[in-house]
């Protein structure tokens, strides 16, 4: 059995999972197949509840424990290294009992944290920026889960309450949101997010999160708005390389 692998919990949505584990791949560096990093992607979308109602109380089961047993799971498999393909998954609410399910159980893997893990790369490859515009689920923004990137200097600028009704359409509605067609967008769902972005750039946002990721997967260009783009799905990509095989990790493209 392969002993030291990257982790990811996937299937929140499906789609994410599988950028981040194509972007793992692309943030590679090897001449072979041989060559690339073992991985697991667990994508089991019913077995975790949804974290923006669980968040907002409209949800009883915590997603902490559905995403501890498997990371739990993953460890048997040789994973040394995860992350969650979910920003509001990382909500103290969940990410807390997730950590505490792994300390019971002993466990060797070491999550990475994705809010932690995108100011570290704000604060490295953007010094100049210092207001920074973030979009996401409700459950990310009831939680003020990007507060935390004040740690490193940074302050967050956000949405108003009806600005992020519209953006959570984006990701949720049913017809045109991007759960609804992960592999093809709707057009609306797009639209929605380029004009929340605008609106942080207007609110003096020199620098945007895509604090979902979902996002990633309907907008990939590094601008929007005229100003850079920090998706968080790539920034955990090269975080988890860096953490298990440094010397696997492509450089920076800027």
């Not at 692998?5 to 590679?28: F, H, R």
């Not at 915590?62 to 998954?89: D, K």
């Not at 740690?151 to 949405?159: A, E, G, I």
């Amino acid at each position: 059995m392969i002993k030291r692998m990257i982790g990811i919990v996937g299937g929140m949505g499906p789609g994410s999972g599988v950028d981040l584990a194509s972007k793992v791949v692309s943030q590679t560096m090897a001449r072979s197949d041989q060559e690339h990093i073992p991985m697991v992607l667990f994508s089991i979308p019913g077995d975790i509840a949804d974290r923006t109602r669980f968040i907002l109380g409209k949800e009883t089961a915590n997603p902490g424990y559905a995403i501890a047993r498997q990371l739990l799971r993953m460890e048997e498999m040789g994973v040394r290294v995860a992350g969650l393909a979910c920003n509001s998954a990382h909500a103290p609410a969940i990410f807390q009992v997730v950590e505490e399910r792994l300390r019971t159980a002993n466990a060797r893997i070491q999550l990475l944290h994705i809010v932690h893990e995108v100011a570290a790369f704000i604060h490295q490859h953007y010094q100049g920026a210092q207001h920074i515009g973030i979009l996401g689920t409700k459950g990310t923004f009831a939680s003020r889960l990007y507060d935390g990137i004040t740690q490193n200097d940074l302050l967050p600028v956000n949405l108003t309450e009806d600005e992020q009704e519209a953006l959570h359409a984006a990701i949720y509605h049913p017809e045109y949101g991007i759960k609804s067609d992960p592999a093809g967008v709707p057009a609306r769902a797009r639209s929605i997010l380029l004009d929340a972005c605008q609106r942080l750039r207007k609110r003096g946002a020199e620098l945007l999160v895509f604090g979902c990721t979902e996002f990633p997967v309907a907008y990939r260009e590094p601008e929007a708005a005229g100003i850079p783009v920090v998706d968080s799905n790539m920034v955990l990509a090269r975080a988890l390389i860096h953490a298990l095989s440094p010397d696997k990790l492509k450089p920076l493209k800027k």
